[in-house]
């Protein structure tokens, strides 16, 4: 199996909530992960504090350092730092600027890690924030990846098409700008759930659905395989999802609604599952997406497990493990339909049976 098997930290519960780093990288380490992504919040979780109560660039490079060592300790890869929001084609230029320089303390971060990948979604910033067009877009991110040539080795900077971004909501609006950066350490994040998010569903309505999705995502998938069977290597990693109908339809009216955010914001931030969840409301096509990804373009390298739903934020200490365990499962039912050939597992079966 070509494929290595990783993990947000974030996924396995919130620190916010109580759950430490290490018990989040003790879950892992039981369960098979062989790589974290680590997220921004998990670090700043172990960082000292100023007496005023901010965190200097020097108390993250220091909560680096100690994440780096207790990852090497503990036996499991950091793969990647995320994610780095809201950062490119931002009208106002000073703000812009102040995330450049956030940025600049990623990449800084990003090596004493030991990891040379930063992940960066397409930004959702509302409409009126944000330039029209890719020219800005382009320009913004060339300046990103330019920044992580600077070191040596090389950052990479995998930018992530999403189904709630403002502008770059498809995989095919991504693959035009990777186009037109044309810079060899920048490259694409792809979702499964993104992939299908956007043609399939409308979380905004009843069903949960958009007319003619199936069709929709279909054809898309082929141009998927198409366009990046030859151009692999361009996909800098593969973060598997599905998602749920929300429990009532996020519109006016309904408990989820929020006039500030987009229904595919509140969806993608509450609804997610695991891959190969059907059981608990799965309902994306997002074996067909696995299958364009793996048998149809022939990815291999880094496949992450993203979570994304209520249960993160819940105080009950077995989190961790819970959702450790819940992702082993699907990683096993996704081996399993793409045909995958078996090897010994690292943890015992009856574990994720």
């Not at 996924?11 to 380490?29: F, P, R, T, V, Y």
């Not at 198409?226 to 006016?252: S, T, Y």
């Amino acid at each position: 199996m070509p494929c290595k098997l990783a993990i947000p930290t974030m996924s396995l519960g919130h620190c916010s909530a109580g759950h430490s780093l290490e018990s989040k990288l003790d879950a892992a380490k039981a369960y098979g992960y062989q790589g974290v992504e680590l997220s921004y919040e998990d670090l700043l979780s172990v960082a000292c504090k100023s007496p005023d109560g901010t965190v200097t660039v020097q108390h993250q490079v220091q909560a680096a350092r100690s994440v780096r060592d207790l990852c090497r300790t503990k036996g499991v890869e950091i793969i990647s730092l995320q994610p780095f929001m809201q950062y490119e084609g931002i009208l106002d230029r000073s703000q812009h600027e102040s995330r450049f320089n956030d940025l600049l303390v990623w990449i800084k971060l990003a090596r004493t890690l030991g990891t040379d990948l930063i992940m960066v979604p397409a930004s959702s910033l509302p409409d009126d924030e944000l330039a029209e067009g890719l020219d800005l877009i382009v320009e913004d991110l060339q300046r990103a990846a330019d920044a992580g040539r600077q070191e040596y080795p090389h950052v990479r900077i995998a930018f992530e098409p999403r189904c709630s971004s403002t502008r770059i909501n498809r995989w095919e609006y991504g693959w035009d700008v990777l186009e037109r950066v044309c810079r060899p350490n920048f490259g694409l994040c792809i979702d499964t759930f993104h992939l299908a998010g956007l043609l399939y569903a409308d979380p905004a309505v009843a069903s949960g659905l958009v007319p003619h999705g199936e069709r929709a995502v279909t054809l898309s998938l082929q141009r998927f395989v198409q366009r990046l069977q030859a151009h692999r290597d361009r996909i800098f990693l593969v973060q598997m999802g599905d998602g749920r109908r929300p429990d009532e339809p996020v519109a006016p009216g309904g408990p989820d609604y929020d006039p500030g955010q987009t229904p595919r914001s509140v969806w993608s931030l509450k609804y997610r599952l695991f891959y190969g969840e059907e059981a608990r409301g799965g309902y994306l096509p997002i074996t067909a997406c696995s299958e364009a990804v793996f048998n149809g373009v022939g990815y291999e390298g880094w496949v992450s497990l993203e979570l994304f739903s209520w249960r993160m934020s819940s105080i009950d200490p077995d989190v961790p493990t819970e959702l450790a365990r819940r992702g082993a499962i699907s990683w096993r039912k996704l081996a399993l339909d793409m045909g995958w050939w078996p090897t010994l597992p690292t943890i015992k079966t009856s574990a994720v049976s």
